[in-house]
């Protein structure tokens, strides 16, 4: 079974510019999450679907930070304009639709912002 | 905020040693979950525990649960150079179909050849 895919792996920006990561989860999970892990701490949700619906987005930062997962499947996060405290690890994560089953992870995209 | 608060921060074992790594909590819990993170890669689930549990076995792993003290411990035996990573403890609430995972900070392991 393939595992949750990312891309890109690594991407470095100018501050104020945009940029968008990719997730395909794995195949029939309806539930998926995007969390930023800034150096040294532990990852922090950013926002979860729930197929194509949005069930949690209390931490995102709206005024800058959008997602979106289209057909319920494939996600993308966007940051536009981005700051230099957007330098993080972007991490997307799926599961099935039951509360108790477990999260996996893609390998995340580390973003850098100069 | 995050929830979960590991201790110690990082640690240091010689191979063959074992790792106890702790983790407390301050609001209730439908499970507790410890996930390993290596360096520049994803999070790798290892264990979970539910909140009416008090331990649990999977491997070299043994993870123990105290709802009353809003604590839990991974021990690690045996460890190995492999075992080197960063380890996290993640509580989660469930609210109907929805599931939230609240992690820590994270311990920094060194396992010493």
């Known amino acids: 079974e393939a595992g949750v895919a990312q891309s890109p792996r690594y991407k470095i920006i100018e501050k104020r510019q945009s940029v968008a990561f990719w997730c395909n989860p794995i195949?029939?999970?309806?539930?998926l999450y995007w969390y930023q892990q800034i150096l040294g701490q532990g990852p922090k949700l950013l926002i979860q679907f729930q197929n194509n619906g949005v069930v949690d987005d209390s931490q995102l930062p709206k005024d800058r930070f959008s997602a979106e997962r289209l057909k319920g499947v494939d996600s993308t996060l966007k940051i536009q304009p981005a700051k230099l405290e957007d330098s993080a690890v972007y991490l997307c994560?799926?599961?099935?639709?039951?509360?108790?089953?477990?999260?996996?992870f893609g390998p995340g995209t580390r973003l850098t912002v100069l | 905020s995050q929830q979960g608060e590991e201790d110690p921060q990082a640690l240091s074992i010689q191979e063959g040693e074992n790792a106890t790594m702790n983790c407390s909590y301050k609001?209730?819990?439908?499970?507790l979950q410890w996930y390993r993170q290596n360096s520049g890669r994803g999070l790798v689930h290892l264990i979970l525990?539910?909140?009416?549990?008090r331990e649990k076995h999977s491997g070299r792993l043994r993870v123990t649960l105290d709802t009353s003290k809003k604590s839990s411990s991974l021990l690690i035996t045996a460890s190995r150079a492999a075992d080197t990573a960063s380890y996290f403890c993640a509580t989660a609430l469930f609210t109907g179909a929805n599931s939230k995972l609240t992690f820590g900070k994270g311990i920094t392991l060194s396992v010493r050849p």
């Open positions: 994560a799926s599961r099935t639709g039951q509360s108790t089953d477990t999260q996996y």
């Open positions: 525990i539910r909140s009416n549990e």
């Open positions: 609001t209730s819990i439908n499970n």
């Open positions: 195949s029939g999970h309806a539930t």
